[in-house]
């Protein structure tokens, strides 16, 4: 059974960098054809994609996020991780990993962590 749990802060002040990480347990991120995803939810909308590292540790970023958006693995932890730099009261959300394995046909996420941008 894949499982996919999220830690982070919580509560960010403004302009502060937001670190999450995605700990995964029942497959590998470095399995062949996999990807690794963060996706977050603000309030009263839709899921945002926001960044990919794939099974070679090649990362891809949304274009409105690229200039703050940071995201690594540590494949002997079994964990990759995103950075989010400058936050603002926009960006609180829930922030989800998601994994889709084979290609997309398996696809997996965690049960998300809320983060509050407050002063």
């Known amino acids: 059974q894949v499982l996919l749990q999220e830690s982070g802060p919580g509560l960010v002040k403004p302009g502060e960098t937001l670190s999450v990480t995605c700990t995964v347990t029942g497959a590998t991120i470095t399995t062949s054809a996999s990807t690794w995803n963060w996706v977050r939810q603000v309030p009263g909308k839709g899921l945002e994609w926001m960044g990919v590292i794939n099974y070679r540790g090649a990362t891809y970023y949304s274009p409105s996020l690229k200039s703050r958006i940071s995201i690594s693995r540590d494949t002997s932890r079994g964990q990759f991780s995103l950075q989010l730099s400058s936050m603002t009261p926009e960006d609180t959300a829930v922030y989800y990993c998601?994994?889709?394995?084979?290609?997309?046909?398996?696809?997996?996420w965690g049960q998300g962590t809320q983060v509050t941008v407050s002063s």
């Open positions: 998601n994994a889709r394995l084979a290609r997309g046909a398996m696809n997996y």
